[in-house]
């Protein structure tokens, strides 16, 4: 059984930043792919940010240039730095892990707002 527990989600000023960390745990040694997703209230959810375990990352278009993905060595640990934050990106965080399958963690809240 595989578990991703996120957390540093909170409540932050536009402009402001977070840094989100999710930990894996479990059967698997390592992931093809992991990475984040938001979903706010009434939308789908949506890419944020995926590293391969080569280091391959990938954006979606709107936090590009001001969000960073990484990961720790032993590719069960993977990282997001929010800079800029926009009110728009209130949303639960997921962590998002994929090896013969889709893991997703519960989720942390990001608020942006004054």
């Known amino acids: 059984q595989v578990q991703l527990v996120e957390s540093g989600g909170g409540l932050v000023q536009p402009g402001g930043s977070l840094r989100l960390s999710c930990a894996a745990s479990?059967?698997?040694?390592?992931?093809?792919?992991m990475g984040w997703y938001r979903q706010a209230p009434g939308n789908e959810r949506e890419l944020v940010a995926v590293?391969?375990?080569?280091?391959?990352?990938m954006y979606g278009d709107s936090v590009k240039g001001r969000f960073t993905v990484s990961r720790d060595k032993a590719y069960k640990k993977v990282y997001l730095e929010m800079n800029d934050l926009k009110r728009k990106e209130t949303a639960v965080y997921y962590c998002?892990?994929?090896?013969?399958?889709?893991?997703w963690g519960q989720g942390t809240q990001v608020t942006v707002s004054s």
């Open positions: 998002d892990a994929r090896e013969g399958g889709t893991y």
């Open positions: 590293i391969t375990g080569d280091g391959t990352t």
């Open positions: 479990g059967r698997i040694v390592s992931f093809t792919t």
